[in-house]
């Protein structure tokens, strides 16, 4: 690996951590927060089903930078789930994630490792076949949690 491209993922990591931490003022601000994270991963998740689907063009490239945006954005929602944020602002969260928190957290880590170990590489294989294989599972892991945790 290139230093410049090492120094660039350091940085990465350096500014992944800051939204680790983040803390909120207010119930409403973690909720914006997390649904903007949330709207962020569905959009690029969308997109790589899309070509997945043969509903969109497959461009590797594209698949690519879909994949790093949902990797990154899997790993923003949780933190935003903290107590007291159940209400403050209008939300699809059901009280089944704070009465069922080991779960939900179960649920998460299963979502970002099926994200980190399945969906990037084959993103990043430049295989629609790869693509393809790796999409369905994943979207199993959203679906596994919307029954469960969001509101209809
Ligand atoms: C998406 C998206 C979701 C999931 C889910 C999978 O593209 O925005 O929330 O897939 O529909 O069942």
């Known amino acids: 690996m290139k230093a410049t491209s090492?120094?660039?993922?350091?940085?990465?990591a350096a500014a992944l951590a800051v939204p680790a931490m983040a803390q909120f003022a207010k119930p409403e601000d973690a909720i914006?927060?997390?649904?903007?994270?949330?709207?962020?991963?569905g959009t690029?998740?969308?997109?790589?089903?899309?070509?997945?689907?043969?509903?969109?063009?497959?461009?590797?490239?594209?698949?690519?930078?879909?994949?790093?945006?949902?990797a990154v954005a899997s790993r923003l929602p949780w933190h935003a789930f903290g107590p007291g944020t159940d209400k403050g602002r209008e939300t699809a969260a059901r009280p089944e994630i704070?009465?069922?928190?080991?779960k939900f957290k179960e649920r998460?880590?299963?979502m970002m490792a099926q994200v980190?170990?399945?969906?990037?590489?084959?993103a990043k294989?430049?295989?629609?076949?790869?693509?393809?294989t790796a999409f369905g599972p994943t979207a199993k892991r959203?679906?596994?949690?919307?029954?469960?945790?969001r509101r209809k």
């Open 44 to 70: 690029h998740f969308a997109r790589l089903g899309a070509m997945a689907n043969g509903k969109m063009a497959y461009d590797a490239a594209t698949a690519a930078a879909d994949a790093e945006v949902v």
């Open 32 to 41: 914006k927060y997390r649904q903007s994270a949330l709207t962020v991963l």
């Open 108 to 110: 998460g880590e299963a």
């Open 116 to 122: 980190a170990d399945k969906l990037v590489p084959a």
């Open 98 to 102: 704070w009465q069922e928190g080991a």
């Open 125 to 132: 294989s430049g295989s629609l076949d790869e693509l393809k």
């Open 142 to 149: 959203c679906k596994a949690c919307h029954d469960d945790f």
């Open 6 to 12: 090492r120094l660039t993922l350091a940085l990465l």
